[in-house]
């Protein structure tokens, strides 16, 4: 997923955000987790997580950004080429 701080302002056009990716580690065949305004733990300013997006948000706002849910299913394969 690459969220950007220039993702923040489009939050506030929504009812509910839901954020959709892949990763490896999550239980089988998806997870769906509430999210929150949180701080980004990435050592990168490109990227951001959806809860430091939320907390951008939050910050320039003055409010927070409707309800938002991650929904991650898992993934096995990330290299590429053909197995």
């Not at 950007?4 to 954020?19: K, S, V």
């Not at 950004?65 to 053909?82: K, M, V």
């Amino acid at each position: 997923m690459q969220l950007l701080i220039e993702h923040a302002p489009n939050l506030a056009r929504f009812d509910q955000i839901l954020f959709v990716d892949t990763d490896m580690p999550c239980g089988e065949p998806f997870e769906f987790l509430a999210m929150h305004a949180g701080k980004n733990s990435s050592y990168s300013s490109h990227t951001l997580t959806p809860g430091a997006l939320l907390l951008i948000h939050l910050q320039v706002y003055q409010h927070a950004a409707p309800s938002a849910f991650f929904t991650a299913y898992r993934g096995y394969h990330f290299e590429l080429g053909i197995h």
